[in-house]
Nanobody, 115 residues
C-alpha cells in the first residue's frame, strides 16, 4: 500500500513564499509522474504542476513564473516551491503519484495567503 505524506502548508502574507513537500511511502515499482493539484471550496480540483519521469514539466498558467516543482527520486518526494503568493492561491493543495495504472493522492495541505 502506498501512502503520500504532505507537509509545508500554512499561512503567509501576499508576496510571501511557501515550500510544500510530498513523500511517497510503500512499494512503487517505477514512478511515471508526480505533481500537485489544488482545490477551493465549491470548485473543482485544478492542476498546478506536473513532473513526469523523463519528460517535460508542466505548469498551470497561474503557476508559471512563480511556482517551481521538483523531485528527489532517491526519496520518492516531490516539492512545490511557491513564491510571490497571491490571495487567489489560497486552497488545499494535494499531491499525487502515478505508476503503472495506479494513482494515489495525498491528504491535502492548506495554504492560506492573506494580509
Amino acid at each position: 500500500q502506498v501512502q503520500l505524506v504532505e507537509s509545508g502548508g500554512g499561512s503567509v502574507q501576499p508576496g510571501g513564499s511557501l515550500r510544500l513537500s510530498c513523500a511517497a511511502f510503500g512499494s512503487i515499482s517505477s514512478i511515471n509522474a508526480m505533481g500537485w493539484y489544488r482545490q477551493v471550496p465549491g470548485k473543482e480540483r485544478e492542476p498546478v504542476a506536473h513532473i513526469p519521469t523523463g519528460s517535460r514539466i508542466n505548469y498551470a498558467d497561474s503557476a508559471k513564473g512563480r511556482f517551481t516543482i521538483s523531485r528527489d527520486n532517491t526519496k520518492n518526494t516531490v516539492y512545490l516551491q511557491m513564491n510571490s503568493l497571491k490571495p487567489e492561491d489560497t486552497a488545499v493543495y494535494y499531491c499525487y503519484v502515478t505508476w503503472s495504472a495506479h494513482t494515489v493522492w495525498g491528504q491535502g495541505t492548506q495554504v492560506t495567503v492573506s494580509s
